[in-house]
T-cell receptor
Framework: GAGVSQSPSNKVTEKGKDVELRCDPI?????LYWYRQSLGQGLEFLIY????????KSGLPSDRFSAERTGGSVSTLTIQRTQQEDSAVYLC???????????FGPGTRLLVL | GDSVTQMEGPVTLSEEAFLTINCTYT??????LFWYVQYPGEGLQLLLK?????DKGSNKGFEATYRKETTSFHLEKGSVQVSDSAVYFC??????????????FGKGTLLTVNP
């Protein structure tokens, strides 16, 4: 069956621009996660959704980052006023429920010039 | 807080050599433990997992045993292939009863297998 998909696969933007990253989870998966993978920080957790709700947004690195999920399916991670330190691979994962195995998408590679 | 420490590498082996990548963890309670693999240019794939002490996870010739007494989950393979070249991540997941459910990852180990 279809796995987790993410778009775009690559994004190059200029410092100060806004970007939107999209994640389509596996059908039927109620839990969705965003992580960031960067050279200096390894794999960092950003946010978790159960259904359309994100109970705790404290993992987001700054108030320039926001995320939403609609219809219990697609999620969008938005970064406003991008900075060079936002350059990283943004990974999305989904699972059947909050205690189930997480399956990852291929990631979006973001480069901020 | 929870943490995972793994051998950072890089590790370079010849084909058919024995592989061990060490992983230890710090967490209260009873976490589930995972190995994920990231092949060049691809996303993370679940390799194997173990959900309780003394469980052995296995897949594609790789094995890891959940050792609570040593808080370890070392990855092993008896005979590596060139196609095993990838970055390997050890991770844990714990139901802390809070509102975030996240994997905590080690920093990853780059494995290169030469023919």
């Amino acid at each position: 069956g279809a796995g987790v998909s993410q778009s775009p696969s690559n994004k190059v933007t200029e410092k100060g621009k806004d970007v939107e990253l999209r994640c389509d989870p596996i059908s039927g998966h109620t839990a969705l996660y965003w992580y960031r993978q960067s050279l200096g920080q390894g794999l960092e957790f950003l946010i978790y959704f159960q259904g359309n709700s994100a109970p705790d947004k404290s993992g987001l690195p700054s108030d320039r980052f926001s995320a939403e999920r609609t219809g219990g399916s697609v999620s969008t991670l938005t970064i406003q006023r991008t900075q060079q330190e936002d350059s990283a691979v943004y990974l999305c994962a989904s699972s059947l429920g909050r205690l189930e195995t997480q399956y990852f998408g291929p990631g979006t590679r973001l480069l901020v010039l | 807080g929870d943490s995972v420490t793994q051998m950072e590498g890089p590790v370079t082996l010849s084909e058919e050599a024995f592989l061990t990548i060490n992983c230890t963890y710090t967490a209260t309670g009873y976490p589930s433990l995972f190995w994920y693999v990231q092949y060049p240019g691809e996303g993370l794939q679940l390799l194997l997992k173990a959900t309780k002490a003394d469980d052995k996870g296995s897949n594609k010739g790789f094995e890891a045993t959940y050792r609570k007494e040593t808080t370890s989950f070392h990855l092993e393979k008896g005979s590596v292939q060139v196609s095993d070249s990838a970055v390997y991540f050890c991770a844990l997941y714990r139901d802390s009863g809070g509102s975030n459910y996240k994997l905590t990852f080690g920093k990853g180990t780059l494995l290169t297998v030469n023919p």
